[in-house]
Each structure stands twice: as C-alpha cells, then as structure tokens.
C-alpha cells in the first residue's frame, strides 16, 4: 500500500497538534483471526482510514498504541504511515493507560492532543479540523466528539447536568438504567491539552466493572477540578460509528460505499444502481464515466473519460482507457487501451495488457500477455505469456501452450497475423508477420512472415464403424436406418433412370 499523502499538499505542519491512535484492542467480538483495526472496507484497513484523515490535518506527531497481534497490526501502520510512532502497552488495561503510554512518547510536546480510535474509520477532515477549532476557540481542557443515536447500545454515554453541561462519560457497563437510556454517546474522539492531560491521567484508577483504566474517567476529574469541558454533536452520526463485529463492519462499509459513489456522482460519473455498484476510496473515476449495476472498482483502478464498465464486472488495480468497454469480465492489474472492448465472460489475469482498440471477447482468458492496437481475441480463447502484434485476429478456439510442465514459455505472434479457428500455439514459438495458419492447426515450429501454417491429415472415414462396435446403440439403430432409407432411396432413383 502506498504512503498517505495530504490532499492538500501546501497545508502546514500544525506545530501544536499531536495525534494518538488507539489500535490495541483485541476485538474478540468480531471472531477473527485478523486484528479488528486491520479488517478491510473501501480499499484500506479500518486504521489505515484513520491514519488518512490523520494525515490531512498535518499534525506535527502521530503515535499509534499497540498490543494484540503487535508485529501484524505494527507493520500495517508503519507500510501507511511511516513517520508514525509506534508504542507498545503495557500489562494495565484501559484506554486510560493506552493514552498513557502515548504521551510517555510525547514527553517534549506541550500542544493539543487529538485521541481517535483505530476502529472509527469514517470520521472526516472537515468533522476533526471543526472539533480542534472549537477546542482551541473554547480554551477548554478537553473537548469530545458525540453523536445522538436512536439505539446507542454499546457506546458510552454522555451524561450532563441540570444546565446542559457535560458532567461525565459512563461506560455501557458501568451505567445505571436511566444513564443507559440516553441517546448522546461518546464516539471514542477527545481533544485535550497535553499537559493537563498528563496531570489527570495519573489520577485515574481501575475501579469499574472491566477493571480497567478509562480514558473516560479523565472528563469527570476535569469536571471535578473545574476545568472546561466541552462536547460537540457530530453533524452526522454516521461518522462516528465504530466497529466492533461483523455486523457494524458491514455497514460501515454501506456508508462509505455510499459517500464514494456519491461523490463520483458529483464528480460527473454515471452510476445508475449505486446500491449494487462498490467503489473503493482508492480508485478513480473520470467524468462521463458510466457504470451499470453489479460492479466493483477495487483497490487503484482508474477508469479515464466516457469508459463504460459492466454490468456485473469487477476491476481490481486495473487501468482503462477512454471510451473503453467493459462488460461482465473480471480483471486484476490489467490495462485496458482507449475504445477497446473486453468481455462478456471474460477474464483477465495480471500483467494482461490490451492495446488501443483491441478486443478480447466472449469467454477468453489473457495473463502475462500483450495484444497490440487493433488486435482481437473474439472468443473461447486462452492466451498467456504472449506478444500480440497490432492488426491481428485469432480464431475461435486459440490457444497458446505456454506450460511445458516444467517452465514457462513465450509465443510471439506478429503484425496483421490471421489464425484459423481451434489453433493451439505450442511455445516457444513465433509467428511471423503476415502469416495465417489453418482451422485445427497445431503450431509447433515458427512460421516465417507472410506465410501458410497446416497441420492437417486426410480425412478417412470408415464405413459401418459404429454398428460394428457399438451394437444395440441408439447411434448405430439410427446409423442402420438411416443407411435402409439411403439404400431405398438410390434403389428408386435407379428405377426411375
């Protein structure tokens, strides 16, 4: 995966900004092998998108806490992220004691501090700049993402007093029935001084139901100490859902699904059933970009102006060119040339380059191979570890054997080659320019330009073979049948002559 980049490239550094990411849990609830912050929607892992929008807010430090599944969850961070920071907890369980050990790393930062958590991947760069603009617009000690949801099972509450003001964060667990039927949840996203931070932090203990050290209870001493605490309201509580099992997984796929299509829309791209159509965020559409119903555009595809892709296709870091169709085919890390046109039914394997114009039709397979400008695959073909030349046209039924059983081969074919239908290609083996080869050939030796390929037999056909060896048959009942109306047949026409 490729480093993040900002997309706004002349946004400064924020000297006075710092980011902790939150990716140390086990997750159990999704039951997986995978670490929850490395399970995959739109393209990247649910940490990996928290890291992007991180990225956008040019913070001058990024620390992410680890611990189940270290290496694994480390290493994914690091291939994103590489400037990023990454420590381990400790034995102490708890968010508290997460953002802890954080800020141990911070030890020479005297700035805000923006807490995110690796399992809330929609969460934008508008919605956090806005949040550490009210923070720092507040001079509040710490200010606190929350969202209102009609059923916030499973979130921490925000609890308020009399005058509207936020008093303290409960966890599910550890709230009391009415605490529990409030609608205000925290989404898990702070922004705090870091000094005032560290102060607080100490003075947190394990005294819960999880026996854990909360982050949480670090609003409650501020409150206590009459320090400012602040809540802002999501402006939508989509993006600020986490992630805890399969079920929350998928859906948070659906809604990013249904961003990214809609912003193609906007972009000027044709999606005419976006509920069945999955873009990831790391692909790209151009304007008047078509795209019928049942199609993925994974990972970084890029599809240029005016291409029509489906229906029911799927694109995986493949790369097509203007005015390109696309029909039920599915391709991965192919190129696809301007006004060329692929499928139906057709499959297109790694290192598959078609040129301009060219086709590869109905129910052919193509890898490791190149077809030049013009060049057409119609049908029922296989064509791996080739060089196609431009203006060809291979018959139905093509061909290349590339697999001796032990290597693999190249067949080259040149300029303007017209193949007969059912040719097999045996490599190594070249075709020259201008050749043709005969219907049923099997090319085994190279043909010279402009020449004539035949592998034929004369045909012989031996009389009475099927009642003879298959008796009783349906064939050879039909075969005798047939034979006493030719037999009736000729013996009129020689009464009549």
């Given at each position: 995966m490729p480093?993040i980049?900002?997309?706004?490239?002349?946004r400064?550094?924020d000297?006075?900004?710092?980011?902790i990411i939150?990716?140390?849990?086990?997750g159990?609830?999704?039951?997986?092998?995978?670490?929850?912050?490395?399970?995959?929607i739109g393209g990247?892992s649910?940490?990996?998108?928290?890291l992007e929008?991180s990225?956008?807010?040019a913070p001058?430090r990024?620390v992410?806490v680890?611990?189940?599944e270290?290496?694994?969850v480390?290493g994914?961070?690091?291939?994103?992220a590489?400037?990023a920071l990454?420590?381990?907890?400790?034995e102490?369980?708890g968010?508290?004691?997460?953002?802890?050990?954080?800020l141990?790393a911070l030890?020479?930062f005297?700035?805000?501090?923006?807490?995110?958590?690796?399992?809330?991947?929609l969460?934008d760069?508008?919605?956090l700049?806005?949040l550490v603009?009210a923070?720092r617009?507040?001079a509040a000690?710490?200010t606190l993402?929350?969202a209102?949801?009609e059923d916030a099972?499973?979130?921490g509450?925000?609890?308020?007093?009399?005058?509207?003001?936020?008093h303290?964060?409960?966890?599910?667990?550890d709230?009391t029935?009415?605490?529990a039927?409030?609608?205000e949840i925290n989404?898990?996203v702070?922004v705090?001084r870091?000094?005032?931070?560290r102060?607080h932090?100490?003075l947190?203990?394990t005294a819960?139901a999880?026996?854990?050290?909360?982050?949480t209870d670090v609003?409650?001493?501020?409150?206590?100490?009459?320090?400012g605490v602040t809540?802002?309201?999501?402006?939508?509580?989509?993006s600020?859902?986490?992630?805890?099992?399969?079920?929350q997984?998928a859906e948070?796929?659906?809604?990013?699904?249904a961003?990214t299509?809609?912003?193609w829309?906007?972009?000027?791209?044709?999606?005419l059933?976006?509920a069945?159509?999955?873009?990831d965020v790391?692909?790209?559409?151009?304007?008047?970009?078509?795209?019928?119903?049942?199609?993925h555009i994974?990972?970084s595809?890029?599809i240029a102006e005016g291409a029509t892709?489906?229906p029911d296709t799927?694109l995986?870091?493949?790369?097509v060119?203007?005015d390109?169709?696309v029909?039920r085919?599915?391709?991965?890390?192919?190129v696809?040339?301007a006004?060329a046109?692929v499928?139906?039914?057709?499959y297109?394997r790694?290192?598959?380059?078609?040129?301009a114009?060219?086709?590869i039709?109905?129910f052919?397979e193509?890898?490791n191979?190149?077809?030049g400008e013009?060049?057409k695959?119609?049908h029922?073909s296989?064509?791996?570890?080739?060089?196609?030349?431009?203006?060809?046209?291979?018959?139905?039924?093509?061909i290349?054997a590339?697999?001796?059983d032990?290597?693999k081969h190249?067949t080259?074919i040149g300029?303007?080659?017209h193949?007969?239908?059912?040719?097999?290609?045996?490599?190594p083996?070249?075709?020259g320019?201008?050749?043709k080869t005969?219907?049923?050939?099997?090319i085994?030796?190279?043909?010279?330009?402009?020449a004539l390929a035949l592998s034929?037999a004369p045909q012989?056909?031996?009389e009475?073979?099927?009642?003879t060896?298959r008796?009783g048959t349906d064939?050879?009942?039909?075969?005798?049948?047939s034979r006493?109306?030719q037999?009736?047949?000729?013996?009129?026409?020689?009464q009549d002559?």
């Amino acid at each position: 995966m490729p480093d993040i980049t900002d997309d706004n490239e002349t946004r400064p550094t924020d000297a006075g900004l710092a980011v902790i990411i939150l990716a140390a849990g086990q997750g159990t609830r999704m039951r997986s092998r995978t670490p929850k912050v490395l399970h995959r929607i739109g393209g990247r892992s649910l940490i990996g998108h928290v890291l992007e929008t991180s990225a956008t807010l040019a913070p001058a430090r990024v620390v992410v806490v680890v611990r189940h599944e270290r290496d694994l969850v480390a290493g994914a961070v690091l291939d994103v992220a590489p400037a990023a920071l990454v420590v381990d907890q400790d034995e102490v369980p708890g968010t508290g004691r997460a953002v802890e050990v954080a800020l141990a790393a911070l030890s020479d930062f005297d700035g805000d501090v923006l807490v995110l958590s690796g399992d809330v991947p929609l969460l934008d760069t508008d919605t956090l700049d806005a949040l550490v603009s009210a923070h720092r617009a507040s001079a509040a000690a710490v200010t606190l993402l929350s969202a209102h949801l009609e059923d916030a099972t499973g979130y921490g509450r925000v609890i308020r007093d009399a005058g509207g003001h936020v008093h303290r964060i409960v966890e599910q667990k550890d709230a009391t029935d009415e605490e529990a039927a409030g609608t205000e949840i925290n989404a898990g996203v702070y922004v705090f001084r870091a000094a005032t931070l560290r102060t607080h932090l100490a003075l947190v203990g394990t005294a819960n139901a999880q026996g854990e050290k909360y982050l949480t209870d670090v609003v409650g001493l501020l409150r206590d100490s009459r320090l400012g605490v602040t809540a802002t309201p999501v402006g939508d509580a989509a993006s600020a859902l986490g992630v805890n099992d399969r079920v929350q997984l998928a859906e948070a796929a659906r809604l990013l699904n249904a961003r990214t299509v809609r912003r193609w829309q906007l972009e000027g791209a044709t999606i005419l059933d976006p509920a069945t159509t999955w873009i990831d965020v790391t692909a790209s559409l151009a304007p008047d970009v078509t795209v019928l119903p049942n199609t993925h555009i994974l990972r970084s595809t890029s599809i240029a102006e005016g291409a029509t892709i489906g229906p029911d296709t799927s694109l995986v870091d493949c790369e097509v060119g203007e005015d390109a169709i696309v029909t039920r085919t599915d391709a991965t890390l192919a190129v696809i040339g301007a006004s060329a046109t692929v499928g139906p039914f057709a499959y297109l394997r790694p290192g598959t380059y078609l040129g301009a114009k060219g086709k590869i039709g109905t129910f052919v397979e193509t890898k490791n191979s190149t077809i030049g400008e013009g060049s057409k695959v119609p049908h029922l073909s296989y064509i791996g570890d080739t060089t196609i030349g431009v203006g060809v046209n291979l018959g139905a039924g093509a061909i290349t054997a590339n697999y001796d059983d032990v290597t693999k081969h190249r067949t080259e074919i040149g300029d303007h080659v017209h193949s007969g239908s059912h040719n097999v290609f045996v490599a190594p083996v070249r075709i020259g320019e201008g050749a043709k080869t005969g219907a049923g050939a099997v090319i085994r030796k190279d043909v010279p330009a402009g020449a004539l390929a035949l592998s034929v037999a004369p045909q012989r056909n031996v009389e009475g073979w099927v009642e003879t060896n298959r008796p009783g048959t349906d064939a050879a009942a039909a075969a005798t049948r047939s034979r006493s109306a030719q037999k009736a047949d000729d013996g009129a026409q020689e009464q009549d002559g």
